[in-house]
């Protein structure tokens, strides 16, 4: 497609080769070790390389290198993440299913690239979810389209009236369900989640208790001394030698009589 990128797959040796294991997000010290990976990566293969232009890495849930192709202009990503191939073959399942599934795709894909809604480190939709979506209103659809132009009016309905933020959606089996009820959340997440904020409010509790032991002991010091005597220049005037009470009206001898 003319708006499409290269990509690379990079799969560290030390990942596992279980298609099960290799759903799992990486944990916080692999995605460290992988950012550093592509940092040595790319000050070796793209420093004093001028056929690709503004390489850089990028710090997402896969860390991975961007760049461009300085001949054709073509964006390349050097992506360090986990094996695809049980996302592969559930792709290519429903485009055995649906025969009008790949052009469709390509043609919501174009849509959200020229409006700049497919890079996923702005915020965007991955190639991945944006194919299930397309997936979702079919399957969610009474009767299905029988050919692209009029599938592409159905996924521009049904994603147009769809609140996402109430309910959320099921492709396998297709249905639908209460988003308060049933939070989007799996047991591993809801782990990482229970103890992130029950470190959090360790950490709170004990600088609040660090806080307080400090200032009572602040409060103490400051009161165990008796206060030091007043300077010279800190006395009250009255009390300064030489000082004579001067009155606001001058004397009466001075006033001028007519």
């Not at 290799?22 to 001028?50: C, V």
């Not at 559930?90 to 020229?114: H, S």
Request: with cysteine.
């Amino acid at each position: 497609m003319p708006l499409s990128d290269l990509d690379f797959r990079l799969v560290p040796k030390s990942e596992s080769l279980d298609p099960a294991q290799a759903r799992l997000p990486p944990s916080q010290t692999q995605r460290n070790k992988n950012i550093k990976m592509l940092q040595e990566l790319r000050y070796a293969g793209f420093r004093n390389n001028k056929e690709y232009l503004l390489p850089v890495v990028r710090h997402a849930r896969y860390p991975l290198i961007s760049a461009q192709d300085a001949q054709s202009g073509l964006d390349i990503q050097i992506v360090l993440a986990n094996d695809t191939s049980i996302s592969r073959v559930i792709m290519q399942g429903y485009m055995d299913e649906i025969p009008y599934l790949r052009e469709l795709y390509c043609v919501v894909k174009t849509i959200f690239d020229t409006r700049g809604l497919s890079d996923v480190f702005r915020g965007g939709f991955g190639s991945y979810p944006l194919f299930m979506m397309v997936v979702a209103s079919l399957k969610h659809t009474p009767s299905p389209p029988g050919d692209s132009a009029r599938a592409l009016l159905n996924f521009l309905h049904f994603w147009g009236k769809f609140d996402t933020a109430k309910r959320g959606i099921s492709i396998e089996p297709a249905y639908f369900y209460d988003k308060a009820e049933h939070p989007v959340l799996t047991d591993v997440q809801r782990a990482k989640r229970e103890v992130r904020i029950h470190s959090v409010l360790l950490l709170l509790h004990t600088h609040a208790n660090d806080y307080l032991e400090w200032k009572n002991r602040s409060h103490a010091r400051l009161y165990a001394f008796p206060p030091r005597p007043r300077r010279r220049d800190e006395r009250p005037r009255s009390q300064r030698r030489g000082y004579q009470a001067r009155s606001s009206h001058p004397p009466r001898s001075t006033l001028s009589t007519r």
